[in-house]
């Protein structure tokens, strides 16, 4: 069975550009989580989706960040217009439940010049 | 108090000794608990996962949970080497079911 899976593993893009993650989760998962790491700080909570609704944005830290998921399948990530300070890894997570473990993607390690 | 609290570390421990790391939480609804562990430049690894007071073996991981002194331990016994990594601990928030993570714990288990 697939793990979760994000895209692209690495993006470097320049200021003010829109750059856009993918997440795939594990087939079943209703709960997707995305997560971002930037340098030397410690994984953040970013929002939280059931199905294709947000459950909970609380961690997104401005209207330049959009996500979504039609159809409660895969999730979009969107960055428009990017900053510097977007730079970091961006981790997907999915689980069945909200009690139940969550699996992580691989990450997209986002450079912002 | 944040959420999850870890100490960054790093833990040094030697090979073939039991490495313990500590975790506490502030929301006393929180129903579960993880422990993930992140070799450099990787995505975090599910290791253990507990949602009842006392202890879940696996291995050589084991997790403690004191829920009444909001506190969730790892012990790695017979450290390795390969154990080498920041471990993160990550909480069930009750309040509003997101997953909240610890800063992590640099581990060094020294050959």
């Keep these: 069975e697939a793990g979760v ?3 692209p593993s690495h993006s ?3 200021k003010g550009q829109t750059v856009t993650l993918r997440c795939d989760p594990i087939s079943g998962h209703d709960n997707l989580y995305w997560y971002r790491r930037v340098m030397g700080k410690e994984i953040k909570f970013l929002l939280h989706f059931v199905k294709e609704s947000k459950q909970d944005e609380s961690g997104m830290p401005n209207n330049r960040f959009l996500a979504e998921r039609t159809g ?3 999730s979009t990530l969107k960055v428009q217009p990017a900053e510097l300070e977007d730079s970091g890894v961006y981790f ?14 691989q990450g997209t390690r986002l450079t912002v010049v | 108090q944040k959420e999850v609290e870890q100490n960054s570390g790093p833990l040094s421990v030697p090979e073939g000794a039991i490495a313990s790391l ?8 929180s129903q579960s608990f993880f422990w993930y562990r992140q070799y450099s430049g990787k995505s975090p690894e599910l290791i253990m996962f507990i949602y009842s007071n006392g202890d879940k073996e696996d291995g050589r991981f084991t997790a403690q949970l004191n829920k009444a002194s909001q506190y969730v331990s790892l012990l790695i016994r017979d450290s390795q080497p390969s154990d080498s990594a920041t471990y993160l601990c990550a909480v069930n928030m009750n309040r509003d079911d997101k997953i909240i993570f610890g800063k992590g714990t640099r581990l060094h288990i020294l050959p």
Excluded: L, P
């Design chain 1, 12 to 14: 470097v893009i320049e």
């Design chain 2, 22 to 29: 500590n975790c506490t939480y502030s929301d006393r609804g």
């Design chain 1, 92 to 105: 997907c997570a999915s689980s069945q439940s909200v009690v139940t473990e969550a699996f992580f993607g």
């Design chain 1, 5 to 7: 899976t994000q895209f």
């Design chain 1, 72 to 74: 409660g399948t895969y």
